[in-house]
């Protein structure tokens, strides 16, 4: 097996990455999902974190993805197509 994975979803939407494994779990398609917390952008405006300044609830920081291994790719992304926030190739909506 190969310690290669490619990142088939990406989201700040709970509710659609328990679809989207759920979607990848009836297709057989072994996955491994995981959620990371966002770090804020560098630069000049990186030195303010408005989590400090702004209720939780406004700014949702947790970043939930999938990974599937590299045979699985093509395939993953197809059977998620159409039924699952798209992953862009840069950046996500909040």
Wanted: proline share 7%; charged share 35%; hydrophobic share 30%.
């Amino acid at each position: 097996m190969s310690w290669r994975r490619i990142l088939v979803y990406r989201s700040k939407d709970r509710e659609d990455w328990e679809k989207a494994k759920e979607i990848l779990t009836e297709s057989g398609i072994k996955m491994f999902p995981f959620t990371a917390e966002e770090s804020p952008m560098p630069g000049c405006g990186g030195k303010v974190d408005p989590r400090k300044f702004l209720r939780k609830e406004q700014i949702p920081t947790t970043v939930y993805k999938i990974e599937v291994l590299p045979e699985d790719g093509k395939k993953a992304k197809g059977i998620l197509a159409g039924k699952v926030q798209p992953v862009r190739s840069y950046g996500y909506s909040i």
